[in-house]
């Protein structure tokens, strides 16, 4: 077999091996380290050919600008507006000098009452800058920031400024992570491994996440991806490489003691638990690939991501692993004397659970639903200015426009309204009085010509820039006849939303699809049943809902803001939550395919139904709790993310994995191995035959 060989090749030359490793790590981080300034810090909550992205293409194209200011500037006016509208008009002018700034309007640009322009209590102003529509927006949100730098009584802020500030922060947020969980798994990684076998983790992971950038740097030329995906790399890199190398390095360790120092115990470990290793990274993959079906940016880029670490955490540690097994060899064994399966608690606890299966299983299935059960009430928001740091100026200037300004409470509509063949200005009046008598309207709007076929209509709706009244809208004005010869093309905050859940609704059963068959497929290809895949998706199911239930009662909720440092908004982003619940299912299904190789060797090995199932907990035991417990540190570090939706992957996942591996993998699967014995490796008989065919080394 290829995989023999590639066994024997690094553990018989472990230096020449680990050079070239060594060689890898370098050119890759040469050639990767720098992917976090080339990702995309804004948008990628939309598909692309979505209505209200249509719209703004329509704008940009027929004006050449950007249809809404990037640039919002709060300026302090304590004397009001008469007093300091020389004071005004200087940053208005300075805003208006800068490279891609094609519009700067303010209170003192505009000609009679300022509006909106002027806060309620006349101590603030607006002063809004809208850019060009091939404007670097991060470059001149930079300069704009670097030229009112240090001035007390300006606050700089918008879409463009917010963008470059989420993606500075979540660069200082892996930092800042990577620097907390580091020290913690190299800690649990001495307490778990024991001796110079905690090196090994380290080299996998490094390896993993550098091989990681190198390959996503490709992948980034290609779909530009979305910087977000830099946590998962970061995370489920160091996770998935330290889970596998502890599970190697167990079964090796098991086979020192059988087998010596030889390279038949590297052969075994790497035929037995290489190969679960191999089948744990597919089932991550293939899981996480599903993601890739979505039509948003955001989706997209974490699916692409997630599959590719956890391909990559496989063959570094399927390379570095034996080759390291071949450089210390004994060296490696434990010192103390290990005690035999049917002495261990896994095997006792085990047993215990397979005496009352039914009771156990009944038990175990009503905590996971009671813990599941808040998700049922989960309520989607959108992204919107909460998810901004409160130490950053953009959310100072989001908070400021909402709470002292005059548009607080509306939410705005941008039509862009295209004409062909005779349709005129009277149509598109016409069809803008049609708009404007719909009861959803709280601020009616006058078409603006932008060229010779594209009029722009804003409208404004009461509530919630994305609200229920505001979606109520979109959808309405959405079903307004445009008439012959008009075609109309609705954006804004609330038509994003509506056009993001439709994305996300179109997709959804093809994605659930695909992630439940190639589950299935792949758990089939492993152990040859039909009844295993179906109990493990069903599982993974109950884990995945206690995880999103957890979610919903913290952060839709509202709970421990303070702790956690985030803004509540009433809701759960639905990317965010898609991202997680895939995300928790893949790692269930991971712990599932570590525990079911176990037993399913000893079962073929001869040993009877619940004998298996105990001498497979046992031997699986400390390994699924420790490396659920060193995963919960490298994805839970993201917990301290100043990035809400960032924080709430982390904090799901962390108590998912370990709900899995305590609760999951300790009480439920055993008690319905236990209650289904013989029957839980079932499958028709002509599947069994394709299966001996196609996998012949799973028996």
Do not use: C
Not at 30 to 52: E, K, N
Not at 99 to 116: F, I, K, L, M, N
Not at 658 to 683: H, I, Q, T
């Amino acid at each position: 077999m290829r995989g023999g060989r590639l066994t024997r090749l690094v553990s018989s030359a472990p230096r020449r091996s680990l050079l070239a490793v060594f060689l890898f790590v370098l050119v890759a981080g040469f050639f990767g380290g720098p992917l976090a300034g080339a990702l995309d810090a804004s948008g990628g909550f939309a598909s692309a050919d979505a209505d209200s992205v249509r719209a703004i293409d329509a704008i940009e194209a027929a004006t050449g600008t950007e249809p809404g200011p990037g640039i919002v500037i709060v300026v302090d006016t304590p004397g009001g507006l008469p007093a300091e509208a020389e004071r005004v008009q200087q940053v208005t002018d300075t805003l208006g000098a800068r490279s891609g700034v094609a519009q700067v309007t303010s209170p003192t640009t505009t000609r009679g009452d300022p509006g909106g322009l002027v806060s309620r209590d006349g101590t603030q102003a607006l002063v809004l800058g809208t850019l060009t529509a091939d404007a670097d927006d991060d470059g001149v949100a930079e300069a704009v920031i670097d030229t009112f730098h240090g001035e007390g009584d300006v606050a700089v802020g918008g879409s463009a400024v917010a963008n470059l500030q989420i993606g500075s922060t979540v660069t200082e947020d892996l930092g800042r992570a990577e620097m907390l969980a580091l020290p913690m798994l190299i800690l649990l990684s001495l307490l778990f491994f024991r001796g110079r076998a905690a090196l090994i983790p380290l080299v996998v992971g490094g390896t993993t996440v550098l091989g990681t950038f190198l390959v996503l740097t490709g992948v980034n030329q290609l779909y530009g991806l979305s910087i977000f995906a830099l946590n998962l790399v970061i995370g489920l890199g160091l996770g998935l490489a330290i889970d596998y190398t502890l599970f190697l390095v167990t079964r090796y360790r098991e086979e020192l003691q059988q087998q010596g120092s030889t390279t038949g115990a590297i052969r075994t470990t790497m035929r037995t638990a290489g190969r679960t290793v191999a089948f744990s990274a597919t089932t991550v993959a293939v899981a996480l690939a599903a993601l890739t079906v979505f039509p948003l940016g955001f989706i997209k880029s974490m699916g692409l991501a997630g599959a590719t670490v956890a391909v990559v955490a496989a063959i570094a540690a399927l390379v570095v692993t034996p080759a390291m097994f071949g450089l210390w060899g004994a060296k490696l064994a434990r010192k103390e004397r290990r005690t035999d399966a049917e002495a261990g608690r896994w095997y006792r606890l085990s047993h215990a659970v397979m005496r009352r299966p039914g009771a156990v299983a009944v038990a175990t299935g009503v905590v996971m639903l009671a813990l599941a059960a808040p998700a049922i009430r989960a309520q989607w928001t959108p992204v919107d200015s909460s998810v901004i740091p409160t130490d950053k100026s953009a959310r100072t200037v989001a908070d400021a426009t909402e709470t002292s300004f005059g548009g607080t409470g509306t939410s705005p509509l941008t039509l862009a309204v295209t004409t062909s063949g005779s349709a005129g200005a009277s149509d598109v009046t016409a069809y803008a009085d049609r708009v404007n008598a719909l009861r959803g309207v709280a601020t009616p709007g006058a078409p603006v010509q932008l060229d010779a076929t594209t009029w722009q209509l804003d409208v404004a709706a009461g509530g919630d820039p994305a609200g229920e009244a505001a979606q109520r809208l979109v959808e309405e004005t959405r079903a307004v006849d445009a008439g012959p010869g008009l075609h109309a093309l609705v954006a804004g905050p609330a038509a994003e939303f509506v056009d993001q859940q439709s994305a996300i609704a179109s997709r959804l059963a093809l994605a659930l699809g695909l992630l439940v068959a190639l589950t299935l497929v792949v758990l089939w290809l492993m152990t040859g049943s039909v009844v295993l895949p179906v109990k493990a998706v069903v599982m993974n199911v109950l884990t995945v809902g206690a995880s999103l239930g957890v979610l919903t009662f913290i952060y839709q909720d509202g709970r421990f803001s303070g702790p956690l440092g985030y803004t509540p908004n009433g809701g759960i982003e639905p990317t965010d939550f898609l991202v997680t619940a895939t995300l928790i299912f893949a790692l269930s299904t991971d712990y599932g395919v570590f525990l079911l190789g176990r037993i399913k060797e000893a079962r073929d090995s001869g040993l009877g139904e619940r004998e298996s199932v105990a001498v497979g907990v046992q031997r699986t035991g400390a390994v699924v709790t420790a490396a659920a417990i060193l995963l919960a540190v490298a994805i839970g570090a993201f917990s301290t993310s100043s990035i809400s939706f960032i924080q709430q992957i982390g904090v799901a996942t962390a108590f998912g994995v370990l709900v899995d591996a305590f609760v999951v993998r300790s009480l439920l699967v055993p008690a319905l191995m236990g209650l289904l014995g013989k029957y839980n490796w079932w499958a028709p008989m002509a599947l069994r035959r394709l299966h001996d065919r196609i996998a012949p080394d799973a028996h």
